[in-house]
């Protein structure tokens, strides 16, 4: 019986690619059978750099460069390659760093929207002739009113709320918490009728300012904004957390 050692190689690496045009690294895999030239054309399809221009190097699995793969008729495996090396390749022709990744740079084709408007053939036209979206006046107008309809909601119950009320506020997925009113009406950061809370405890966001703009005066993270039909004003007094007592 043959006492040898029978080493057997897996067919396929796993590497990681990147090139000087581009910031992105990539995973890919390919056969060890396959000479560096055609390894260069697989790559031509992944990197953007044409075959014929291409300088491949090789850097192992921490990064430590260990050659170039400079011989086209050798084959892929007969280099070094383990898996999650990476192979990075230079581009020689002369496209510069970036080109593929910054859109910025990208020459980009602009139309009139007088022009678009008349074209039977756009994303607009289609959405015209389904009445999608925007489109479909039906459905627009009846978000409207429900949308006018919730803000009506909202001024109504921000006019039952005072400053000094204390109040209960109870948040869809949140806990309830306890605390004292301290605004009421409209503000700068956001659209409708606003509520400023100063909390019992530590659960709100801020200290009575939002955006450099001063509502009311509390201790940090005691001051919130909340929408008027999440609070319930009426006897809630403070908790007592037996701070007193020895």
């Known amino acids: 019986m043959d006492g040898g050692v029978t080493v057997i190689t897996n067919p396929t690496v796993s590497v990681r690619l990147t090139s000087t045009i581009s910031s992105f690294e990539v995973n890919k895999r390919y056969n060890r059978g396959i000479t560096i030239a055609e390894f260069k054309g697989k790559l031509e399809m992944v990197v953007g750099t044409p075959a014929s221009s291409m300088e491949l190097q090789l850097f192992s699995t921490t990064d430590k460069?260990?050659?170039k793969l400079d011989d086209n008729e050798a084959l892929l495996g007969s280099y070094p390659v383990d898996d999650d090396c990476k192979i990075h390749v230079i581009d020689r022709s002369g496209a510069q760093s970036g080109e593929f990744s910054d859109l910025s740079k990208?020459?980009?084709?602009?139309?009139?929207?007088?022009?678009?408007?008349?074209?039977?053939?756009s994303v607009r036209s289609f959405m015209k002739k389904q009445r999608v979206g925007r489109f479909n006046e039906e459905e627009t107008a009846k978000?409207?009113?429900?949308?006018?309809?919730?803000?009506?909601?909202?001024?109504?119950a921000a006019s039952a709320i005072d400053v000094g009320n204390r109040c209960q506020v109870q948040v869809v997925g949140l806990p309830t918490k306890i605390g004292t009113v301290m605004y009421v009406g409209t503000v700068d950061f956001k659209p409708g009728h606003w509520v400023g809370v100063k909390y019992d405890e530590p659960l709100g966001k801020h200290d009575g300012s939002v955006k450099e703009k001063r509502y009311f005066e509390c201790e940090n993270k005691y001051g919130a904004f909340v929408r008027p039909l999440t609070v319930t004003v009426g006897d809630f007094p403070e908790e007592d957390y037996g701070l007193d007592e020895m």
């Open 65 to 67: 460069f260990m050659q």
């Open 106 to 121: 990208v020459e980009k084709f602009e139309i009139p929207d007088e022009v678009y408007e008349k074209r039977t053939d």
């Open 143 to 156: 978000k409207e009113a429900e949308l006018a309809a919730h803000e009506a909601e909202e001024e109504a």
